[in-house]
């Protein structure tokens, strides 16, 4: 009996994934981003899933998401995509995690702790080439594998890099990145004498730029279904997590009745008003008061007054049918009607990663297997 909940069609991230793999070649592997718990997705649920579809490579941030997924996934490659501390090197040796080192002291502190528990860590190096956050400078990269070449608890198997801008329209930043990731990795692999795995490109690089894939790439938000419906990108994919709750009051209200705290909707005209069982309690941003709308029978409904920590109200109209009890979707489909996080992303001025990782469950999400609507998405 939650107030919200989450229903999860679990067919349409087959699709999403299969549209990615019909889109890239064979030989590129796709490690699929599941950190944050999946986007708010739910890390195991959507591994399995992946896993069934043949993906066979994970990302994570974080430690503890990559132990999670390994009771889950005993044969999955984790790749641990943030900085782990050198007091879990044995640990991340012993269940085959992949980290990635950001530096020599890292490397080397990995290294050493791998080895005084008699074990042997596989890593990746994460190269700084103008995203600006986490890795070594590239500058410094060719030394850094250099350094860490002789280490007897460590092997760099991989090198990655991440984007900072990726804009087709301004492609400057993005090319300057792989170039100098090209020229890193060309110089380093024939100082190892051996092919490395290479990866650079995350959702937005990979929807439009196949000469970027290298050996693998890591999408997100793309297999989440958002940011891949221009035309022009390599392959189309569509939302699944649907955001719902209920109506627990209907009232008729007339004109000139102010709304919620401070009153900052007053009624133009008389109507029935909806209170819904979320707020921002549960993740449904208070920048979102007098703007958003929901669906409520298939209808959009606005939002009306401010959005408090766990109420909603909406403006139903004065001869719309609505009851408490009803479904009311903060995003998802209700008939033909849709609102997907990138709309709401856009009245926050937020992206639809926040919008997603945001939602706070107090259940568990029901996952589901339909076939997908082949309505098209508006998911931005
Ligand atoms: C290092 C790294 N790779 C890949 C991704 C996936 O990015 P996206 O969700 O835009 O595909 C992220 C996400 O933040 C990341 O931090």
Redesign the pocket.
């Known amino acids: 009996m939650s107030n919200c909940w989450l229903d999860i069609n679990t067919a349409v991230l087959r699709d999403n994934i299969q549209a990615l793999q019909t889109a890239v070649s064979p030989a590129t592997q796709i ?1 699929f ?1 599941v ?1 944050s718990d999946a ?1 708010g997705h739910g890390l195991v649920p959507m591994a399995r899933v992946a896993w069934q579809a043949g993906v066979r490579w994970f ?1 994570v ?1 974080h430690i503890h998401e990559a132990l999670a997924l390994r009771a889950a996934l005993p044969q999955a490659d984790i790749l641990i ?2 900085v782990i501390p050198a007091d879990t090197a044995a640990t991340a040796a012993q269940e085959r995690f992949t980290p ?1 080192v950001v530096n020599v002291a890292h490397g080397r502190a990995l290294s050493a702790a791998a080895r005084a528990e008699g074990h042997h860590l596989s890593a990746h190096l ?1 190269i700084d080439t103008g ?1 600006g956050r ?1 890795g070594v400078g590239w500058e410094e990269a060719v030394e850094t594998f250099r350094d860490l070449a002789d280490e007897p608890g460590l092997a760099i198997t991989g090198l ?1 890099s ?1 984007f900072s801008t990726v804009e087709p329209e301004q492609p400057d930043t993005a090319m300057r990145q792989v170039d100098r990731f090209r020229q890193v990795c060309r110089t380093i692999e024939s100082l190892h004498g051996k092919p490395l795995m290479k ?1 650079i ?4 690089a ?1 929807s439009f730029y196949a000469d970027w894939d290298f050996d693998a790439i ?7 279904g ?2 891949a419906t221009d035309p022009a990108m390599r392959f189309r994919t569509a939302p699944f997590l649907e955001w719902k709750c209920r109506v627990m009051q209907v009232k008729a209200v007339p004109a000139g009745y102010p709304v919620g705290y401070y009153g900052t909707h007053v009624t133009p005209a008389p109507t029935r008003m909806a209170i819904l069982s979320a707020g921002y309690a549960d993740g449904y941003h208070r920048a979102l008061s007098n703007r958003g709308h929901v669906l409520i029978r298939g209808r959009r409904c606005r939002v009306i007054g401010r959005v408090s920590m766990n109420w909603i109200s909406v403006d139903v109209g004065l001869d719309e049918p609505a009851e408490p009890g009803d479904e009311a979707v903060l995003i998802g489909r209700q008939g033909h009607a849709e609102i997907w996080a990138g709309e709401l992303a856009k009245l926050c001025r937020t992206i639809p ?1 926040e919008i997603l990782v945001g939602i706070k469950q107090s259940a568990e999400p029901r996952y589901h297997d339909h076939p997908a609507p082949t309505t098209p998405s508006t998911a931005a």
Not at 201 to 204: F, V
């Open positions: 490690i981003v950190k986007y990302g941030a995509m943030g990635m994460k995203m986490l990655a991440h990866h490109s995350s959702s937005r990979i890591r999408p997100g938000i793309c297999l989440y958002y940011g990663y």
